[in-house]
């Protein structure tokens, strides 16, 4: 392995200390390993740096060149780290972020203000889909998913854990009734999803069993959020991640319904980008910020939905 700045570096400690066994006891380390990295780097040189004696060390000319050389790059090497180190508090740069719309919007956009008054400089690029972000083709630095992760290449760092709800408005259940088992879903208008290509089912829990029970309804939507609003508007039934819809339940704009019946299968949430490369300090500072506010995002989640159940 290469260390030649390493090697200047015991080479500016020898002249320094003035002697081999100074410099050892600076560089705690022994007086013939000193010995042998200077004898070393002479020989890869090619010229002789220092005259021995028996009590001093003299610099020859090519010592001197190469010691006043060395000084300056292990200076400027020393300004780069410290300019790189201390680039965290005015890093600057973007972050491409990517996340589902419903937990974009819902977790992550409420947090940006608070991070961009700690980090003023840094360039949120943030695309909401729920359709799954390739990071190597879309250039994305982080995706925050909710489900399985398919991508082993990938680094995961998790968020929490999302249970799946069944909700509908006050004036909906009103005008349509409160289900009160599986078999009511076939009289209610079931709000679905298209990114997924089968028919919609719901898990749902009946005579002791789980089965998947097939619904149908006047939307197939490709995000939650969309969801969320017209579920919220009256249109039907929705199933959603329990931090999507805990606010509107805590607000009664949305009612929790089969909350028997229903199986609140759950999720993995997680922050994902490409490893394991070293990452640059705009993006490790982003998911230093966000991670542990959306953790307790989502643990305080799952504390309401306990609470409720």
């Known amino acids: 392995m290469d260390n030649r700045v390493g090697e200047m570096h015991v080479f500016v400690s020898v002249v320094a200390a003035g002697s081999f066994s100074a410099a050892a006891r600076r ?5 013939s390993t000193v010995s042998k990295l200077i004898a070393r780097l002479e020989s890869r040189l090619g010229v002789r740096l220092v005259e021995r004696s028996t009590r001093s060390l003299a610099l020859t000319a090519e010592g001197h060149l190469y010691h006043e050389r060395s000084q300056r790059l292990l200076a400027d090497l020393d300004e780069l780290e410290l300019e790189v ?13 990517n996340a589902s719309v419903g937990f974009g919007a819902i977790a992550v956009e409420p947090l940006l203000p608070a991070f961009w008054r700690a980090h003023p400089n840094i360039v949120v690029d943030l695309s909401l889909s729920d359709e799954m972000a390739d990071l190597y083709v879309e250039g994305t630095d982080i995706a925050f998913r909710v489900g399985g992760l398919v991508d082993s290449s990938l680094i995961a760092r ?6 799946r709800v069944i909700v509908a408005s006050p004036s909906y259940l009103e005008a349509m009734g409160v289900p009160e088992d599986v078999d009511d ?13 089968e028919q919609p089912v719901w898990p749902m829990r009946t005579g002791g069993r789980i089965i998947d029970r097939m619904v149908a309804g006047t939307l197939l939507a490709n995000n939650g959020e969309t969801v969320r609003r017209l579920a919220i508007a009256g249109a039907g039934l929705a199933r959603l991640g329990d931090y999507h819809a805990r606010a509107d339940i805590a607000a009664g704009r949305l009612v929790e319904v089969l909350a028997a019946a229903g199986v609140g299968d759950e999720e993995q949430v997680a922050a994902l980008y490409l490893g394991p490369q070293r990452l640059p300090a705009r993006v490790t500072i982003f998911l ?3 991670v542990p506010r959306l953790r307790a995002f989502m643990a305080s989640a799952s504390n309401a939905s306990a609470a409720s159940g």
Do not use: W
Not at 27 to 31: E, N
Not at 185 to 197: E, K, P, T, V, Y
């Open 85 to 97: 180190a201390a680039g965290s508090a005015g890093a600057s740069g973007t972050v491409r972020v």
């Open 27 to 31: 560089l705690t380390t022994t007086p």
């Open 185 to 197: 879903l076939d009289r209610h208008n079931c709000l679905g999803f298209n990114f997924r290509r």
């Open 158 to 163: 998790k968020i929490g854990t999302a249970r």
């Open 288 to 290: 230093d910020f966000f």
